[in-house]
């Protein structure tokens, strides 16, 4: 099993910076792809950010330019580093990995609150 705990969630104003750190344990050899999905109230759970265990990386339309996902592979952690950031990011952000095998967003952290307002 793989356990996958989050941190850095918090109240922003508008055009503020937030980063969110996750830490996996456990089974970490099998996971794949890492990532932050995001759930706003009333809204469906989407993908912001994504990176490959080759540290290729890919973004939502909506946070391209303002959002950085990066790994520390050595620690088992990966980061969202969120700038500019926009009332429309509040939600509650979720760590998930990909299961190598299944190549499914099988594990999810708790997840971590985000407000960004004045």
């Known amino acids: 099993q793989v356990q996958l705990v989050e941190s850095g969630g918090g109240l922003v104003q508008p055009g503020g910076s937030l980063t969110l750190s996750c830490t996996a344990s456990?089974?970490?050899?099998?996971?794949?792809?890492m990532g932050w999905y995001r759930q706003a109230p009333g809204k469906q759970r989407e993908l912001v950010a994504s990176?490959?265990?080759?540290?290729?990386?890919n973004y939502s339309d909506s946070v391209k330019g303002r959002f950085t996902i990066s790994s520390d592979n050595a620690k088992n952690t990966v980061f969202l580093e969120m700038n500019s950031l926009k009332p429309e990011d509040t939600g509650t952000y979720y760590c998930?990995?990909?299961?190598?095998?299944?190549?499914?967003?099988?594990?999810w952290g708790q997840g971590t609150q985000v407000t960004v307002s004045s």
């Open positions: 998930a990995a990909k299961d190598l095998v299944s190549g499914i967003w099988d594990y």
């Open positions: 990176v490959t265990s080759g540290n290729y990386t």
């Open positions: 456990g089974s970490i050899s099998s996971i794949d792809d």
